[in-house]
C-alpha cells in the first residue's frame, strides 16, 4: 500500500462508528501527515480542491478540522496562556455552525496552536518515559 493510500483509508476511517477505531485512525494519519512532513492544514486545502459535492467537502472539512482540534486539546496544558481558550472557541463555533462560520486565519491559528501543543506534550512524555 503506497503512503497517499494509507493516509486515505486512515482519513475514511474517522467516520467508522467505533470510537476505538476512529482513535487508531487518527493516530495512524497524524503518522503519516509527520512521514510526509504534511499537516492537516494541507489536508484541508486538498479536500477543498476536490470535485465533491460542496456539502460533503464542507462536511468532511468540518470533521476533520474538530479532530484536529480535540487531538491538540488533548495536550492543553502545553499550550499558552488564553491559547487553549481560543482553540475551544473554535472548535466549539465549527461544532456548532460549521467552518463556513470561522475565518480561515482563525481556523489556520487554531490549528497551529493545536499542532504545536501536540508535539509539545509527545515531546515531553517521551522525555518522562526515557
Known amino acids: 500500500m503506497t503512503d497517499r493510500s494509507k493516509l486515505a483509508k486512515c482519513i475514511g476511517m ?3 462508528a467505533h470510537e476505538g477505531e476512529r482513535v487508531n485512525a487518527l493516530t495512524a494519519a497524524n503518522r503519516e501527515l509527520a ?3 504534511m499537516s492537516w492544514l494541507d489536508i484541508a486545502c486538498l479536500a477543498e480542491r476536490i470535485d465533491v459535492h460542496d456539502r460533503a467537502r ?13 487531538d491538540g486539546l488533548v495536550h492543553a ?6 491559547e487553549a481558550t481560543f ?7 465549527v461544532h456548532e455552525s460549521g467552518s463556513l462560520s ?5 481556523m489556520q491559528r487554531a490549528i497551529k496552536i493545536a499542532d504545536e501543543a501536540r ?3 509527545g515531546t515531553l512524555a ?5
Do not use: C, Y
Request: glycine content about 12%.
Open 14 to 16: 474517522l467516520g467508522s
Open 35 to 37: 512521514d510526509a512532513n
Open 58 to 70: 464542507t462536511t468532511l472539512f468540518d470533521q476533520l478540522l474538530l479532530d484536529r482540534l480535540h
Open 77 to 82: 496544558w502545553a499550550m499558552g496562556d488564553g
Open 87 to 93: 482553540v475551544r472557541g473554535i472548535k466549539r463555533t
Open 102 to 106: 470561522a475565518t480561515v486565519a482563525d
Open 119 to 121: 508535539r509539545r506534550g
Open 126 to 130: 517521551r522525555a518522562r518515559s526515557a
